[in-house]
């Protein structure tokens, strides 16, 4: 099973120290996944509250929250970050490698690709553990992810996994605020259902996340196929409890499981090259999601841009909104010429097209 794991600063650090206790017990449970068997990728926030840690006891200076202060805590952090994530891995005779990426790394097929093969050579060794983290050092604002729940999802995404596991300092979505009385978490959430839960966009004070893009990122996953499962980082042997069976936090279903291409399509910040307008008819087919479609001239209304065969182009619904994306079967010329016509060849194919959930 290929399973990614994904820790918050929260439930990482406390006061910029190490949850020693709770990290040893985490890392005997992940080494025990791989001499199992299992391949296990580990997404470790942290690094900008090492840093002011690290600030703080050696420099004796308090940065603050601008961009630029931020990239040098990332710097000095992300080296204290990965001495301790090596340390504790070392007892279990397994070594620890470090990838730092940034939202464009994955903007490009071939860049995603690369990344895949990578992380694909080291999970065929038991005794390797890829640590994954944001370049938040070198991160162009505009192009920085949301946070590492939305990096999680990009690398369970590559790896094909089968669960995405987010470790966090609460129990889990509740079916209202955590601090209401009477509030009690959703262990099961299924997207069958059309039932999502409103969350808070209450953030954690070291942290970009919360539990909004927790729950937005566990929706994407389900989508690809992918069960999420978002868990308190106290909660004892949680990893190895998950991946018995057990019901601990809040478990997304998934839906059926997709193609590696469209994973890519639907995580990826790829520029689409073109736009093209579906009509209401078509509109209506494609948000049903009952069976397979492709887009083929006649839906289509509208169409803006000078693309070729093989370019990402986007499609929105009659209002403008954006509804999905798909690789082009040939250019902008031909569409132009078949577009509102029946008979002519399909434009996007089933298999090349992601319409958002």
Known sequence: MNIVIKIGTQAI???GRLREKELTSLTAQVAALQKAGHHVALVSSGAVGSGRRVAKELLKRDYGSEIGEKQV???LGQPELMQAWARLFRPHGIATAQLLLTKQDFQTRQHYLNIARLLREISGQKN???IINENDSVAIEELMFTDNDELSGLIAAQLNAEKLIILTNVAGIYDGHPDTPGAKVIP???PGSNDWPEVGTEKSAAGRGGMQSKLGTARRMSTLGITTHIVSMDEKDAITRIIKDEQLG?????ARRKS???????FSDAKSVGVIGVNGPLLDILRQGERAVSILPVGIADCEGDFRKGDLIEITAPDGRKIGIGIARYGAERLREYMGQKGKPEFIHYDQLH???
Do not use: E, Q, S
């Open 250 to 254: 809040t478990t997304i279903l998934p």
């Open 128 to 130: 390797i553990i890829p």
């Open 355 to 357: 319409i958002n959930g």
């Open 13 to 15: 650090l406390d006061g």
């Open 260 to 266: 590696n291409i469209k994973k890519w399509m639907a």
């Open 188 to 190: 099961v959430i299924d």
């Open 73 to 75: 805590l990332a710097a």
